[in-house]
């Protein structure tokens, strides 16, 4: 018996096909967090990046004072 050669687009297809399979599986494996565990992840977050972003401010407000002194002094 002749095996049917399985075109491109067919292989591409099954390709496809397979993957969402899997992902839908892996999907059913994650613990999802609870809305509580949500929230706080979410207030963690966004105080970091405020926290973060503060102290990229004050570290360029020094930085920018600094060379400004030395442009004055040398200047």
Request: proline share 1%.
């Amino acid at each position: 018996m002749a095996k049917r050669r399985v075109s491109s687009v067919e292989e591409k297809s099954n390709a496809w096909t397979r993957f969402f399979r899997e992902t839908k599986m892996e999907m059913k494996k994650v613990i999802w967090p609870t809305k509580r565990q949500l929230t706080q992840y979410t207030i963690a977050v966004v105080s970091s990046v405020v926290l973060v972003s503060f102290l990229i401010v004050i570290v360029d407000f020094v930085f920018m004072q600094l060379s400004k002194l030395l442009v004055g002094t040398i200047g």
